[in-house]
Structures are given as structure tokens and as C-alpha cells.
């Protein structure tokens, strides 16, 4: 299955994507809005394409998509796969690649969607967050639960040490998922997602 990754980041979950060598994944092409982005330089390092669509250059969210689908179609991208991919991406979008975006969240949602979110997580006192592994849909950060994985916050825990632990559980969770999504085990049953033996 070709894969069509969008990041806007330091592109740390796109690295491990690229060497989890997950069976029948073809890593396509990398997406970046961000020119300065760090991912980039990863894309480099391992070879794969890259397209920098940097939204402020178009006069709408729609143009901006439309340029995206465009490269994606290009490459023949049959999955998208988010990470950390800063731009809210509309039904213009998702309606050409149906059940077929998914996305990557630092928190157990529902809880803390949006933005810093973990800074939120921190602020809110909460004793245990995690990941979330989502399809897109229409809303931020609402759309059918594939996988969750927990991770207990510790009393001297800071952004710092939070995130590291968030993204160690990514690594792992993210490349899993994603293997599922190739492999077509990923059924969606109204909200509910079921992953079949
Ligand atoms: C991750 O924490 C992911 O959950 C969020 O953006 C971050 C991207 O990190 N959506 P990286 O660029 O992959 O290191």
C-alpha cells in the first residue's frame, strides 16, 4: 500500500515509520507545510521524496488541500498518515481519501484535544494520560479510536520529561497501527473501530 506521510515537525514519528519496515508499506512521500521543518532533513537522510506545500502561500485552506491531494495523487497514495502535522484538514480533503487518514495524538482522547495539549495535561493535574491512534474525520481530533496506549504522569514529571515518555510510547504504537490500517484490519463500525484477527 502507498503511503503518504504529513508532518510539520521534528518528524521523529516519521523516522521510525521509515525504519519499522512495516510489511507491504510503501513511505511514498512526505508532505511538509513547514519549510524549516526538521522532518525534511530526515526525508533525506533516508531517501524518500519530499514536497514542501507551505499553506501560507495559497489564499485558501482549499487551495492549500487541493495542492496536497494533488502530490498525493501523484505518488499514488492510497493511505495518509499524520504526524504531527499542524494544518486542520477539511471534508475537501478527507473526501478523497475516505476511511483512509489517520492520525496521531498526544493525549487518551476525548480528553485534551487541539493544541499543547500536553502542557493542558500537565496544568490539569491529570495522574494519567497516553496516546491516541485515530481516523480523521470532519472535527479536531474526533474521529473513530483505532488504538490507546496509557502512561502515569509522576509527581516531578515537566513538559520535558512528559513528552519524551509520550514519544517513546508513539514510536511504537504508531508503526503497530499503521500495519494494521496496510494490512486491512481495520474495520469501522459507526465510532467504533474493530481490528480483526
Ligand atoms: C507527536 O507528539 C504527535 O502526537 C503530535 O505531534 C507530535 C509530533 O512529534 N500529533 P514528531 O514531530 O513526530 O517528533
Known amino acids: 500500500m502507498n503511503i503518504g506521510i504529513l508532518a510539520s515537525g521534528s518528524g521523529s514519528n516519521f523516522e521510525q515509520i521509515v525504519l519499522s519496515k512495516i510489511k507491504n508499506a510503501n513511505i511514498k512521500i512526505l508532505i511538509c507545510n513547514n519549510k524549516n521543518a526538521f522532518v525534511i532533513e530526515r526525508a533525506k537522510k533516508y531517501n524518500i521524496d519530499y ?5 501560507n502561500r495559497y489564499n ?9 491531494v494533488k502530490k498525493l495523487q501523484e505518488y499514488n497514495v492510497e493511505l495518509v498518515i499524520l504526524a504531527g502535522f499542524m494544518r486542520v484538514l477539511t471534508s475537501n ?9 489517520i492520525n496521531i495524538h498526544p493525549t487518551l482522547l476525548p480528553s485534551f484535544p487541539g493544541i499543547n495539549s500536553v502542557e493542558q495535561v500537565l496544568e490539569h493535574g491529570v495522574k494519567i494520560t497516553g496516546v491516541t491512534v485515530h481516523f480523521v474525520d470532519n472535527g479536531v481530533d ?3 479510536i483505532i488504538a490507546q496506549r496509557s502512561i502515569i504522569i509522576d509527581e516531578n514529571d515537566n513538559l520535558e520529561s512528559l513528552s519524551q515518555k509520550i514519544h517513546k510510547v508513539e514510536h511504537e504504537l504508531y508503526p503497530e497501527v499503521i500495519n494494521l490500517a496496510v494490512n486491512n484490519k481495520l474495520k469501522i463500525i459507526g465510532r467504533k473501530v474493530n481490528i480483526l484477527k
Open 51 to 55: 514536497s514542501i506545500i507551505e499553506h
Open 60 to 68: 485558501s485552506r482549499k487551495d492549500f488541500e487541493n495542492e496536497i
Open 93 to 101: 480533503f478527507l473526501n478523497k481519501f475516505p476511511k483512509k487518514v
Open 142 to 144: 474526533t474521529g473513530p
